[in-house]
Nanobody, 122 residues
């Protein structure tokens, strides 16, 4: 199973940016998907998650500005980021909890994408 993130880049404060992430491989079902971010010198923190039934959760710092969504048919998750601030500058990582089917056994694993850099200039 692989997660590949797209998007990211440089944007001015107040602007918008969209991230996408595609899951591929031996996928039985995708449970929760989400986005995390890691700023220089800081730990990796949750940005937003979305479960298989569409329940969303956001970090307080992004509520009202970011929107997470999923395309269940395409195994993709998106993050629309509006009203970006300099503090949003970080490497953004896609995350997914995926159940795989191997030799009649179902098991859930956590996967991470490669990270994509978002830079917000003030």
């Amino acid at each position: 199973v692989q997660l590949q993130a797209f998007g990211g880049g440089l944007v001015q404060a107040g602007g918008s940016l969209s991230l996408s992430c595609a899951a591929s491989g031996n996928i039985f079902t995708i449970n929760a998907m989400g986005w995390y971010r890691q700023a220089p010198g800081k730990q990796r923190d949750l940005v937003a998650t979305i479960t298989s039934d569409g329940t969303t959760k956001y970090a307080d710092s992004v509520k009202g500005r970011f929107t997470i969504s999923r395309d269940y048919a395409k195994n993709m998750v998106y993050l629309q980021m509006n009203s970006l601030k300099a503090d949003d500058t970080a490497v953004y990582y896609c995350n997914a909890m995926i159940t795989i089917h191997q030799i009649d056994i179902l098991s859930e694993w956590e996967y991470w994408g490669q990270g994509t850099l978002v830079t917000v200039s003030s």
